[in-house]
T-cell receptor
Framework: KQEVTQIPAALSVPEGENLVLNCSFTDSAIYNLQWFRQDPGKGLTSLLLIQSSQREQTSGRLNASLDKSSGRSTLYIAASQPGDSATYLCAVRPGSSYKLIFGSGTRLLVRP | GAVVSQHPSRVICKSGTSVKIECRSLDFQATTMFWYRQFPKQSLMLMATSNEGSKATYEQGVEKDKFLINHASLTLSTLTVTSAHPEDSSFYIC?????????????FGPGTRLTVT
C-alpha cells in the first residue's frame, strides 16, 4: 500500500530564505507526482507536476525534483516571501490508477 | 487553465437532513471526477471515484449509501450526504481529470465547507 510522508510538518522561516520541503513515498511504481499549495479554507492549487520519467520541474521560484528509485521528492522555494505562507501538499499517482495519494502536508509560515 | 467549480462553498444543515454538493468542470470534459474529504489540519482522503455514466467506486470504509455520488454528464458530478450528522462536518473537495490531456492532470475545486448542527 502506497504511503506518502512529508517532512517537516510545519516550518517557520524569515522572509528571503531559501527552503526545502520533503516528500517521500513507499512504492516507487508511480505515474507522476504533484506538488500543491492550499491556503486556509481553500481548495488546492497545482504548483508542479513531475512525470515518472522526469527528474525535475521548475516554475518561477519553485523547483521540484523527483528520485523515483529512492522514493523521494523535494520542493525548493527560492527567496521565500510572506505570500508563500500556506500548506504544501505532495501527491503521487500510483502507476495502476488515476487516484492521487496525498501526504499530510507541510504548513509553511514566512515571517516578514 | 482548466477550472473546476463547486457549489455551494459553504452549507450549514441540521442533523438528519441531506445535502447535495455539485462539482463542475467549466472548460473541459471530465469522464472521471474524484471526491475528497479533509478534516482540520489533516490531508485529503479520497472518498470515491466518480465515473460518467456508471457507478462510483468507493474507497474502503466509505459508506456508499450515506455518500451518494452521481456523474450524469461529462462536466458534472454531485455528492449527496444523506441523513447528515455532526461527524460528517468537514471540508469536501472534488477534482476532475482532464481526459483530453496526456498527463491526465487533476484539477481541484475550491471546496465545500459542510457544518452539521
Amino acid at each position: 500500500k502506497q504511503e506518502v510522508t512529508q517532512i517537516p510538518a510545519a516550518l517557520s522561516v524569515p522572509e528571503g530564505e531559501n527552503l526545502v520541503l520533503n516528500c517521500s513515498f513507499t512504492d516507487s511504481a508511480i505515474y507522476n507526482l504533484q506538488w500543491f499549495r492550499q491556503d486556509p479554507g481553500k481548495g488546492l492549487t497545482s504548483l508542479l507536476l513531475i512525470q515518472s520519467s522526469q527528474r525535475e520541474q521548475t516554475s518561477g521560484r519553485l523547483n521540484a525534483s523527483l528520485d523515483k528509485s529512492s522514493g523521494r521528492s523535494t520542493l525548493y522555494i527560492a527567496a521565500s516571501q510572506p505570500g508563500d505562507s500556506a500548506t504544501y501538499l505532495c501527491a503521487v499517482r500510483p502507476g495502476s490508477s488515476y487516484k492521487l495519494i496525498f501526504g499530510s502536508g507541510t504548513r509553511l509560515l514566512v515571517r516578514p | 487553465g482548466a477550472v473546476v467549480s463547486q457549489h455551494p462553498s459553504r452549507v450549514i444543515c441540521k442533523s438528519g437532513t441531506s445535502v447535495k454538493i455539485e462539482c463542475r468542470s467549466l472548460d473541459f470534459q471530465a469522464t472521471t471526477m474524484f471526491w475528497y474529504r479533509q478534516f482540520p489540519k489533516q490531508s485529503l482522503m479520497l472518498m470515491a471515484t466518480s465515473n460518467e455514466g456508471s457507478k462510483a467506486t468507493y474507497e474502503q470504509g466509505v459508506e456508499k449509501d450515506k455518500f451518494l455520488i452521481n456523474h450524469a454528464s461529462l462536466t458534472l458530478s454531485t455528492l449527496t450526504v444523506t441523513s447528515a450528522h455532526p461527524e460528517d462536518s468537514s471540508f469536501y473537495i472534488c477534482s476532475a481529470r482532464d481526459s483530453g490531456t496526456v498527463t491526465y492532470e487533476q484539477y481541484f475545486g475550491p471546496g465545500t465547507r459542510l457544518t452539521v448542527t
